[in-house]
């Protein structure tokens, strides 16, 4: 007879109602799926002309000629469909590199486990600070109570952990904004990077580099509580679900 393989431990503490929030004792491709998804798509219909504005506080033109707060929900459709594979494929990704990378919750390693997670699902530097931080949050608020997080417990993780990355990558997403907005044929426009960052810096100083930083942390850390707050929730459901079936 065969040996069959050892099945993957539980990545988390289980508590008295049998909570699923930040645990995952196997990839769950179908509910990171459509969990993912439907984080995507409400995370964009709600903050989408709170990005645009943010936008056009970064624009060298300044916000009133880049449009002020005229047509702020244009195109919010259109992205919110888009968002749904794009954000369905990233927790796809996420989870079943978690999975494969396990390691040992207590080990050292794990905040690199997540950010490689991230960065497999989605390259920026955003996901590498968002991610291992909110997952480390949730373990903290795990250990305090002694039992695995609630799914608003991860929707406050989500922010804060949001909140945080948006204000460490606020010059990155300056220069992006630069990048996209600048002439065509300017040195800007090539996308160099640090040449952006240099140019914001040479005219307007500190504060330049961090235009729209409030906005963009109230944003981003909204969006974490309904982005990872969803997530979690729809994929809890889903799993859920999937163990009532007879």
Same mark, same amino acid.
């Given at each position: 007879?065969?040996?069959? /393989? +050892?099945?993957?431990?539980?990545?988390?503490?289980?508590?008295?109602? %049998?909570?699923?929030? %930040? =645990?995952?004792?196997?990839?769950?491709?179908?509910?990171?799926?459509?969990?993912?998804?439907?984080?995507?798509?409400?995370?964009?219909?709600? &903050?989408? #002309? !709170?990005?645009?504005?943010?936008?056009?506080?970064?624009?060298?033109?300044?916000?009133?000629?880049?449009?002020?707060?005229?047509?702020?929900?244009?195109?919010? /459709?259109?992205? +919110?469909?888009?968002?749904?594979?794009? +954000?369905?494929?990233?927790?796809?990704?996420?989870?079943?590199?978690?999975?494969?990378?396990?390691?040992?919750?207590?080990?050292? *390693?794990? /905040?690199?486990?997540?950010?490689?997670?991230?960065?497999?699902?989605?390259?920026?530097?955003?996901?590498?600070?968002?991610?291992?931080?909110?997952?480390?949050?949730?373990? &903290?608020?795990?250990?305090?109570?002694?039992?695995?997080?609630?799914?608003?417990?991860?929707?406050?993780?989500?922010?804060? +952990?949001?909140?945080?990355?948006?204000?460490?990558?606020? #010059?990155?997403?300056?220069?992006?904004?630069?990048? $996209?907005?600048?002439?065509?044929?300017?040195?800007?426009?090539?996308?160099?990077?640090?040449?952006?960052?240099?140019?914001?810096?040479?005219?307007?100083? &500190?504060?330049? !580099?961090?235009?729209?930083?409030?906005? @963009? $942390?109230?944003?981003?850390? *909204?969006?974490?509580?309904?982005?990872?707050? =969803?997530?979690?929730?729809?994929?809890? *459901?889903?799993?859920?679900?999937? @163990?009532?079936?007879?």
């Amino acid at each position: 007879m065969g040996l069959r /393989p +050892a099945e993957p431990r539980l990545i988390a503490w289980t508590d008295s109602r %049998g909570g699923v929030c %930040g =645990a995952m004792d196997r990839p769950g491709f179908t509910a990171s799926l459509v969990a993912g998804g439907v984080a995507g798509v409400a995370v964009d219909l709600i &903050l989408f #002309p !709170l990005d645009t504005i943010k936008t056009r506080l970064q624009s060298p033109q300044g916000f009133n000629k880049a449009g002020g707060f005229h047509g702020i929900y244009a195109g919010v /459709p259109s992205a +919110a469909i888009g968002s749904f594979p794009n +954000a369905a494929a990233f927790f796809i990704t996420y989870e079943y590199m978690k999975w494969f990378l396990h390691t040992d919750s207590s080990s050292y *390693l794990m /905040p690199v486990k997540h950010m490689l997670a991230a960065s497999a699902g989605e390259v920026i530097p955003f996901s590498l600070v968002q991610f291992p931080l909110w997952e480390s949050l949730k373990a &903290l608020w795990s250990w305090r109570q002694d039992h695995v997080v609630d799914c608003w417990q991860s929707a406050v993780c989500g922010a804060f +952990a949001g909140g945080f990355a948006a204000a460490v990558t606020t #010059p990155l997403d300056v220069a992006k904004t630069r990048i $996209m907005l600048a002439k065509a044929g300017s040195s800007t426009a090539s996308g160099n990077v640090l040449s952006a960052l240099h140019g914001v810096w040479r005219t307007h100083g &500190l504060s330049g !580099l961090f235009a729209g930083v409030f906005p @963009r $942390m109230a944003a981003i850390s *909204l969006g974490g509580f309904i982005f990872l707050g =969803a997530y979690e929730q729809t994929r809890s *459901l889903l799993l859920e679900s999937g @163990r009532e079936r007879p």
